[in-house]
Every structure is written in structure tokens, then in C-alpha cells.
């Protein structure tokens, strides 16, 4: 008798088993889905992860399998080891890794009608007209209807391949090359001429449509690495002989990104396959072009904004033979099949998009790709101008090896970096509204000398909030424990909550007093546009945040537009800070870094500083210097020094002292315990329950029971416990004795509907 170990798309804690009836015996492999019965009445496509002939030892009498459903398996061994391993460092469910790593529609339930190939009209000469006397003819005929002919003589001109055959056009393209001549062509279809017909093309085609110069073959000008690239390119191999993973730490510009196109080549053109993992894909637009232009179609992109039958076809064609070598993604592409990963780069690996928050599994994608090349023995490249402080002391310690590039390319200066002290300014009423003078003045001579600007702001929306002048009470959101954000749109004031997008339009009197003295405090995106425009009269303004980029593709035009110089400013949240590089932004401002450093986080210091770092690093990317200018009531805060000497070591050290004396990572590894429940006195209760039960297990490394900065979403309360512990605490044991405690705690019958998860490196 058979037995397989199956993974249901369920948030189980494990596989379950079941056995195989003879019929399907020879046919059972694993990787394969096959069809289970769970509970009374209930069916799931479960996939094969273990095939045994030895019955389980525990007397369980195990139900069949009901049916087999694909020839080939959809999931191979590499990918099978990292789901075992990420559901198990991760404290996740494999039924969530499942759920997120095969893309929906590949589910068998949803095979046959869910994945629909996509079709576009085309359009052929019928046979009556295709011959050239035929031709001579139809043009002659339709001498009386001259739009039809015209159109006719387009299409002829379109589909020419030589002088005897003429090709297909699309129905699109036709159109687009006589506007206007929809009923002309309707009337071509009807008298015979045309012949309309419905053809298949690949969605990948169409995805490269997207990137219109992306497609076709890469042009052959991979440009000679410099001297500094070619050692650090070098060293980079040389490493690679002992190390696995390998840190490249390069200033933002020093080429690092050509250093990557150069290992990929190398590494496809010796047969292996790339995984290429960056941020944020819709941030990597022109990161994306230039691997084109490099990788042609060998690239496929891949990331979760597309759609599911755009994620089913890529997933085929990595299952297929002709796989691509490439894949640039971000996280969820390292869940694709590979069958020769021989290289993983993760660009910008300090980014905290990183992080899978929600939902399920959470995991950490750098760390998660390490282990996957790891697993397929391939090599790991990290590359970040500001690593974070666990990679960097990974590097330092010698769990990783280190490359440095301290230059820019072209020996261009890092930017000159000037920090103005607000609160002076103030002072001496040198300022207008966010515009220290020393601001405006740079601005106004960057204008004079036909520079860019980039103004970075850490906030969307008009102003923070709304504050009343009498009660001082803000607007709060009904379902979520925070204030509303004030939103300026077309002329429409209205209170928006960032978390569950609940608005209102702005009220005339206090909810709470009544009084009509509301005003604005703290301030966004919006006003600061607002205010340059008001500053800066004539200059074209751009705004890059998350509300301006809703509509699909929105990211990329604004980036365009503002990269052909259609715009002299480009103001912006954290968005302008990542990876874009424009040839003639030679000011960058940050309006208010003080902002950046207000976040209860252990790591509110690092990412402040990586964040001001990443953002000057906009300035000044060719021939000459640029200049950043920081305003800031604090200019003493050692992050300001830091950034102005573009010292990363002293902001390193700096990072390790305060945490290896405050017992954060990397000197301990961290859990957090998140519980949630919508009534808040039940929700307490139930965590001081699972803390006592933790603390019995794991002592003082149990934190209290603590509030999260937003104690309330969408009506559910939220409360956090933090567990940290030596580096040598044995990962098993410690991971046992968290998931025994929280699931006595839901044991308790009070405590049932208490909802919870586990972040693992928070
Ligand atoms: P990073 O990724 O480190 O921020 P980039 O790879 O974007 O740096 O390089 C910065 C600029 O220098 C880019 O405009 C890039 O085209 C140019 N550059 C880098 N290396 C070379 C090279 N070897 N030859 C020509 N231009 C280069
Ligand atoms: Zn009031
Ligand atoms: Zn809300």
C-alpha cells in the first residue's frame, strides 16, 4: 500500500496523510496535485510533498486520494525544501506558503475555466482578393468609397512581407494607422475583402508591450567595467571560492548595477539561471529597461501587481523546457520553479519591502533567497549602498564575504551636503511656510541653471492632521485608533484614515466641542507642492506618492516624464528616495528629517539614516556634484553627521554599540507574538495568559504585554509580545515552546476567537 504526505491550501500546522488506491498507484509522484476528501463533504487540491510504501505506525486508518490532476509536477524538489524550511523557520502554515507561491489560477479547481489565453482580433485578405489581379480590382471597385480604399491600401502596405504574400495585421494596429476608420473597415469585412479572425497572443508579448523598447534581442553594448568595478568584480568571484553569500557595499552610483549585469551573463551564458530580486517592482522601471536592454527576452519580470493568468504563464513557461534564465522580481518570484539556479542578487537588500507583513506566510525575502541558493548550491550576491546592520555584520563577522566600491562612477563627488537648522530660521524669520531661505536660494539658482529638483517629504496627504484650537482634539477614525490624514484633491478638502480608507469631507465645527478654530498641523505632500508653487511660479511640479500612483502605470509615467525633464520638481514621499537615476537632478532637499526619527522602533535610527543616504544619493549621478540640503530642528542628532561625511561605518558602529547594549538583533533573535481580537479587555486577559504561559517557558526574555503604535485596524485590537533570545537558543526548541503556548491559550474556551500570528525577525 502506498502513502502520499499532502499539503492542503489550508492553514494547517502540517501535511496530512492519505493513502493511494492501486489505480493510481504507478502514477502518484511527487510534486504532483491530486484531489483529497477532508471532513464530511468537503474536497481540496492538495499537492504531493512526501510518497511512502511503509504504513504509518499510528493505527490510523488513512482515506484514499480521490484523483490525480496534472501528467508532470508543478512543484520540484528546490522548491519543496524551501517551503519545508521557510514554514518551519517561520513558524507559517505550509498550507499559506502553498497558497502564495502557486499562483491561483494554476489550481486545478480553476484550471480549465480560470486560465483563459488572451485573443486580439486580426485581420486577413480573403482569397478572393489575396492574388494581385484580385488586388488590382478591389482597390478599382472601391473607387466610390475612398475612406475604404484607403484603408485598404494601408493594409496592404502593413501586411507586405514580399511582393507575393501578405501577413496578418491586427485589427489594433490598423485602426490606429487610419483613426476614424472603424465603419470603412466594417464595411471591408462585410463586402468580402478583409477577413476578421480571433488569434491567441501571449500574455508575456503583451506584458512586453508594456515596455515597449524592452522586447526583441539585447542590444550587444555591455559597457567595459571600470577599474574600481573590475576588482570589485573579481574580488567578487574570488570570494565566491569560500563563501556563499557575498555583500557588495557600493555608494549609491558606483556602479553596481553594471557589476550585476556582467555575473548574470556570465552565469547564463555557462547555462545556469538568475533570480534577481528587487524592492518594489513598480519602483525598478528604468532598472527593468536597462536589464532588457541587456537580457532581451532571455528576462521575464515577474511580481505580484500582475495579473494571475500573467503569473500562470510565466510559471508555465519556468515548468517548460525553454524556461527563462532570468527572472527579475520582486519577493514572491523566488517561490517560481528553477531547474539551474546557479545565482541569486538581491539589489538594495537593506529595503524593507523585503518583509511580508501580511498576509501569511511572513517571512523575510533576502534572508529567504539566501536559503533558497543555498539550498540549489548556488551563490548569493546582496548589494546595497546602506546594508542593513545585521547584513553588514554578517559581513563583518565573516559569515559573508565583503566587497566595497567607495567611489561614484567616474570618480562623479558624492553630494555636498548641507543640514539648516529650522528652528533658527524661524527664529530670524528666515523662511517662508516649509522653505528655510537657504532652501529656496538653492532651489531658485538650481532653477537658474536649468537643474532639477527633488523634494522629499515623509508624508502624504495636505497637511497631518486637523487639530482643534479650543479642545485640541483631532478627528479620529471610527474603526482604527489613529487620527485622520487631511486630503486636498480638485479643490475637495475631506479626512482620510491611511488604514482602512474610511472619509469624510472636512468638517466646519469640532466633532467633539463644537468649535469652529480647526486647523491644520503637520505637513504632506500636497501642501508642500502647493507651497513650491507658490514659491517657484513657472516651474512645472510633479507629485510621486502613493496617491498619485494608483492607476496602473502611473509610476512609471511621472518617473518618464520627469526624467525627459517635462517637470522642473518632483516632490515626494519615500518613493523618490529608491533606485531611480536622473541625469539632471542636482538638488535634492529633505524638508523635515526630524520626522524620519520619531518611530518607537529599534530600528527607527537605521532606517532614518538609510533613507537620508538613498535620497541624496538622487543628487548628482553624472559628471557633476550635487548638492543635498537637509533641514532639520536638531542638525547636532549624530544621524545628520553621519549622512553629511557619507559615513556608514560610523553610523555601523554606532548601530552595533546601542544594540548589542540594548540586546536587539543582531546580538539576539526576536520573535513577536501578534494577538488581535475586537474586544479589548478580552484581548488583554488573553495575552496575559499566553505571556505567563511563554514566560514559564522562555523566562524573562518574554517581554510585557505591550501596545502597538496603532492599537486598533479596522475595529480589531491589537497587542504584541516580544520575545528575545540568545543567539544559541535552540531554534526548535524555542519555536515549540511559542506555538504550545499560544495554542493552550486558545484552548481556553474565553479565548477561542482570540486571533494570533508569530513574526519571526521583526
Ligand atoms: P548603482 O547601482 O551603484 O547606484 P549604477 O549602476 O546605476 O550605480 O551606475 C551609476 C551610473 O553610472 C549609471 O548612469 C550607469 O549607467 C553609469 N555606469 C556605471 N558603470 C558604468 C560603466 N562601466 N560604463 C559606463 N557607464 C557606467
Ligand atoms: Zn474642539
Ligand atoms: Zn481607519
Not at 185 to 212: F, H, P, Q, T
Not at 374 to 379: G, Y
Not at 499 to 517: A, D, F, L, M, N
Not at 533 to 551: E, N, S, V
Request: net charge neutral.
Amino acid at each position: 500500500m502506498l502513502f502520499v504526505g499532502v499539503i492542503l491550501p489550508l492553514q494547517l500546522p502540517k501535511q496530512l496523510t492519505y493513502s493511494v488506491p492501486p489505480s493510481l498507484a504507478t502514477r502518484v509522484e511527487v510534486g504532483l496535485r491530486v484531489s483529497v476528501p477532508l471532513g464530511r463533504s468537503k474536497t481540496y487540491t492538495a499537492i504531493v510533498v512526501e510518497k511512502s510504501d511503509m504504513a504509518p505506525t499510528d493505527g490510523i486508518e488513512y482515506r484514499d486520494i480521490i484523483d490525480i490532476l496534472d501528467d508532470a509536477p508543478i512543484v520540484n524538489s528546490l522548491q519543496l525544501k524551501l517551503w519545508q524550511w521557510l514554514s518551519e523557520y517561520y513558524i507559517c502554515s505550509p498550507g499559506d506558503i502553498y497558497r502564495c507561491a502557486i499562483p491561483s489560477g494554476l489550481k486545478p479547481d480553476t484550471l480549465h475555466e480560470g486560465y483563459r489565453p488572451r485573443t486580439q482580433p486580426w485581420l486577413r485578405l480573403s482569397a478572393a482578393v489575396s492574388g494581385e489581379m484580385g488586388l488590382q480590382q478591389a482597390l478599382t471597385q472601391l473607387r466610390r468609397a475612398p475612406m475604404q480604399q484607403k484603408l485598404l491600401t494601408n493594409f496592404i502596405y502593413m501586411s507586405t512581407n514580399d511582393w507575393k504574400t501578405y501577413s496578418s495585421v491586427s485589427r489594433q494596429s490598423l485602426l490606429a494607422a487610419q483613426p476614424g476608420s472603424t465603419n470603412a473597415l466594417r464595411a471591408l469585412i462585410d463586402k468580402g475583402y478583409l477577413v476578421e479572425e480571433m488569434r491567441e497572443v501571449s500574455r508575456l508579448e503583451a506584458l512586453d508591450a508594456d515596455y515597449e523598447d524592452l522586447s526583441g534581442e539585447p542590444s550587444s553594448s555591455v559597457p567595459l567595467l571600470s577599474e574600481d568595478q573590475q576588482r570589485a568584480y573579481d574580488k567578487i568571484y574570488e570570494l565566491w571560492q569560500e563563501q556563499d553569500v557575498v555583500l557588495l557595499h557600493g555608494v549609491t552610483s558606483s556602479g553596481k548595477t553594471e557589476i550585476y549585469s556582467r555575473l548574470i551573463i556570465d552565469t547564463i551564458s555557462q547555462g545556469g539561471q538568475v533570480l534577481f530580486l528587487v524592492p518594489e517592482i513598480a519602483l525598478t522601471t528604468q532598472l527593468m529597461r536597462r536589464m532588457r536592454r541587456v537580457l532581451g527576452s532571455g528576462l521575464g519580470i515577474y511580481h505580484s501587481g500582475f495579473s494571475d493568468s500573467e503569473r500562470v504563464e510565466i510559471y508555465r513557461k519556468q515548468l517548460s523546457a525553454e524556461p527563462y534564465k532570468v527572472i527579475m522580481g520582486a519577493r514572491s518570484a523566488m517561490f517560481l520553479p528553477f531547474n539551474n539556479l546557479r545565482l541569486v542578487i538581491v539589489d538594495e537588500e537593506h529595503e524593507q519591502s523585503y518583509r511580508q507583513d501580511s498576509p501569511a506566510p511572513r517571512y523575510h525575502a533576502r534572508n529567504s533567497a539566501i536559503m533558497l541558493a543555498h539550498l540549489a548550491n548556488a551563490k548569493t550576491l546582496l548589494g546595497s549602498a546602506t546594508p542593513a546592520v545585521e547584513t553588514y555584520y554578517n559581513a563583518q563577522t565573516g559569515k559573508y564575504g565583503l566587497v566595497t566600491l567607495d567611489k561614484r562612477f567616474g570618480n562623479v563627488q558624492l553630494p555636498d551636503i548641507e543640514i539648516v537648522d529650522i528652528k533658527d530660521c524661524r527664529h530670524r524669520k528666515m523662511y517662508e511656510g516649509s522653505f528655510m531661505d537657504p532652501l529656496t536660494d538653492a532651489i531658485r539658482s538650481n532653477i537658474s541653471q536649468s537643474g532639477q529638483t527633488i523634494l522629499f517629504q515623509n508624508r502624504r496627504g495636505y497637511s497631518h492632521c486637523l487639530v482643534c484650537a479650543d479642545c485640541g482634539s483631532t478627528p479620529r477614525c471610527p474603526n482604527c485608533d489613529v487620527s485622520l490624514t487631511h486630503h486636498r484633491h480638485h479643490g475637495h478638502e475631506y479626512l482620510t484614515c491611511h488604514y482602512c480608507g474610511y472619509s469624510i469631507p472636512v468638517p466646519v465645527r469640532c466633532p467633539s466641542c463644537g468649535s469652529t478654530r480647526l486647523s491644520t498641523s503637520g505637513i504632506g505632500t500636497e501642501r508642500i507642492v502647493d507651497e513650491a508653487a507658490k514659491l517657484f511660479p513657472g516651474q512645472r511640479i510633479a507629485r510621486l506618492d502613493t496617491d498619485t500612483t494608483q492607476r496602473k502605470n502611473a509610476h512609471k509615467q511621472i518617473v518618464e516624464q520627469f526624467a525627459d525633464h517635462s517637470y522642473d520638481i518632483l516632490v515626494g514621499t519615500q518613493m523618490v528616495s529608491k533606485g531611480l537615476d536622473f541625469k539632471d537632478v542636482s538638488l535634492v532637499a529633505v524638508l523635515n528629517a526630524d520626522s524620519l526619527l520619531t518611530l518607537p522602533d529599534f530600528r527607527a535610527t537605521e532606517r532614518a539614516y538609510q533613507l537620508l543616504e538613498q535620497v541624496s544619493g538622487r543628487a548628482g549621478r553624472r559628471e557633476t556634484q550635487g548638492k543635498v540640503i537637509i533641514q532639520t530642528y536638531d542638525p547636532a542628532q549624530p544621524v545628520m553627521q553621519w549622512v553629511m561625511r557619507h559615513d556608514y561605518r560610523a553610523f555601523y558602529d554606532a548601530a552595533v554599540a546601542e544594540r548589542s547594549l540594548l540586546r536587539y538583533p543582531p546580538f539576539v533573535r526576536m520573535y513577536q507574538v501578534v494577538m488581535r481580537h475586537a474586544n479589548r479587555q478580552l484581548l488583554e486577559n488573553a495575552a496575559q495568559y499566553a505571556r505567563t504561559l511563554l514566560a514559564s517557558q522562555l523566562g524573562d526574555s518574554v517581554s510585557d504585554v505591550i501596545d502597538p503604535i496603532v492599537p486598533k485596524i479596522q475595529n480589531l485590537c491589537y497587542k504584541n509580545i516580544i520575545i528575545r533570545l540568545p543567539l544559541n537558543a535552540g531554534l526548535k526548541a524555542v519555536r515549540a515552546s511559542i506555538i504550545s503556548s499560544l495554542t493552550q491559550m486558545t484552548a481556553q474556551i474565553q479565548f477561542h476567537a482570540v486571533n494570533y500570528y508569530v513574526v519571526v525577525d521583526p
